[in-house]
Every structure is written in structure tokens, then in C-alpha cells.
């Protein structure tokens, strides 16, 4: 399978404990996405990476959330101090950017997170 | 700030029946209008662009300006159409693509036999 994925697939966590998921783009794309998805929403946009920098990140995005991609590869999303509101499915997606109309973002399964 | 509104949580029809998915979006800028569908236990995945003006599974997306709309039409429904079916808003302006998408809430499809 040479598309997105994420890893894990499920995690459950216990309130205050760290989590941290992982992201493989798909081979040679140098933008990674990483949204939210609550039950009953959309998809909401968190942060992303052109190769290794940190472009834009959303106000979603509260200090106890970090994410890296140090080698321009895959990437990490941490969430430090987890809280019953962080319980949600991160999505990760990647592109071959810039490439203006053309972009298409290709999502991995996700990771559903549950804290308790 | 961009906004994606789709009105209809849940969309019922039988199959053969057009089906129309409605989705408004508020941006004062030019944006780029996509439309995702999620099948039953997989992920996410592009269906269709505005810029391509193109058909895909008998699915079509105009783009009208003037009512902010970009609504998904299919004239004759099929059962494997049923999904989750998002509407998507990037910015797109002086020739630089602003990449993340801004959703709606989402509108599940179903086609009854």
C-alpha cells in the first residue's frame, strides 16, 4: 500500500497521560497535513508542514499540541497532558505542493483517539 | 475568515432518483471548491474539483459565484453512492495555492433499493 499512513489506528489514554501519533505521507510528497474530526463535523485543519517547515499552524492548535517533521518525511503529532476534549480522529494528509489547482491532498485512515 | 456550510445532515433517496448535495460556502476571495466522499469503512478521498469541470461516477460540481454555491448533482442514483460526502474550500490566490481545506459538516447519502 503505497498511500498515507497512520499509526496508530487507535489509541485510548487516560486523562493528563501523552500521546503521540505518526505519519508516512505517501513517497516523495513534501506537504503534510493534520486535521481534527470530531463526531458529527468535518474535518478541521490543525497544522502543516512544507517538507520539514512548520507553515501555518491553527489556533485549534493549543500550546499542549506539537508537531514536528524533522527530516522532511514523516511526521509526529504530540499531545501532552491529554484532556476528555482532545478525544477525536487525527487525520493526516499529504500532497505534492505547490502545484497551485493541481494539489491534491490524499488522506491516511486516521488515528481515533479516546481519553478517558 | 473562510466558511463552508452544507445544510443536510442526512440526505435519503431511492435509487434512480437524481440526488442534489447542497453546499453554500462564504469567502471574499477567489477559492478552489472540492467536493471528498468517505465510503463505509474507508478513508477520506477527493471527488471532484471545480477547476476540472469534470464528471466523475456520474457526479458534477458547478461553481456559481454569485449564490456562493457549489452543489454536488447526480441525475440517476446508485446505491454504491451512498457515503459521507464533505465540502471543501482552499484559498487560492496570485498564483499561490493556501493548501489546507476548510470542511463543512458533512452530508451522509443514502440510496435505498
Known amino acids: 500500500d503505497t498511500g498515507v499512513s497512520q499509526d496508530p489506528r487507535h489509541k485510548i489514554t487516560k486523562r493528563g497521560q501523552n500521546v503521540t501519533f505518526r505519519c508516512d505521507p505517501i513517497s516523495e510528497h513534501n506537504r503534510l497535513y493534520w486535521y481534527r474530526q470530531t463526531l458529527g463535523q468535518g474535518p478541521e485543519f490543525l497544522t502543516y508542514?512544507?517538507?520539514?517547515?512548520?507553515?501555518?499552524k491553527s489556533r485549534l492548535l493549543s500550546d499542549r499540541f506539537s508537531a514536528e517533521r524533522p527530516k522532511g518525511s514523516f511526521s509526529t503529532l504530540e499531545i501532552q497532558r491529554t484532556e476528555q476534549g482532545d478525544s477525536a480522529m487525527y487525520l493526516c494528509?499529504?500532497?505534492?505542493?505547490?502545484?497551485?489547482?493541481?494539489?491534491?491532498?490524499?488522506f491516511g485512515p486516521g488515528t481515533r483517539l479516546l481519553v478517558l | 475568515a473562510q466558511r463552508v456550510t452544507q445544510p443536510e445532515k442526512l440526505l435519503s433517496v431511492f435509487k434512480g432518483a437524481p440526488v442534489e448535495l447542497k453546499c453554500n460556502y462564504s469567502?471574499?476571495?477567489?477559492?478552489?471548491l472540492f467536493w471528498y466522499v468517505q465510503y463505509s469503512r474507508q478513508r477520506l478521498q477527493l471527488l471532484l474539483r471545480?477547476?476540472s469541470r469534470e464528471s466523475i461516477k456520474g457526479f458534477t460540481a458547478d461553481l456559481n459565484k454569485g449564490e456562493t454555491s457549489f452543489h454536488l448533482k447526480k441525475p440517476f442514483a446508485q446505491e454504491e453512492d451512498s457515503a459521507m460526502y464533505y465540502c471543501a474550500l482552499r484559498k487560492y490566490a496570485g498564483g499561490t495555492s493556501y493548501g489546507k481545506l476548510t470542511f463543512g459538516q458533512g452530508t451522509i447519502l443514502t440510496v435505498h433499493p
Open positions: 471545480h477547476i
Open positions: 494528509a499529504s500532497s505534492l505542493g505547490d502545484r497551485g489547482l493541481a494539489e491534491t491532498q490524499y
Open positions: 469567502y471574499s476571495g477567489s477559492p478552489e
Open positions: 508542514f512544507q517538507n520539514e517547515a512548520q507553515l501555518e
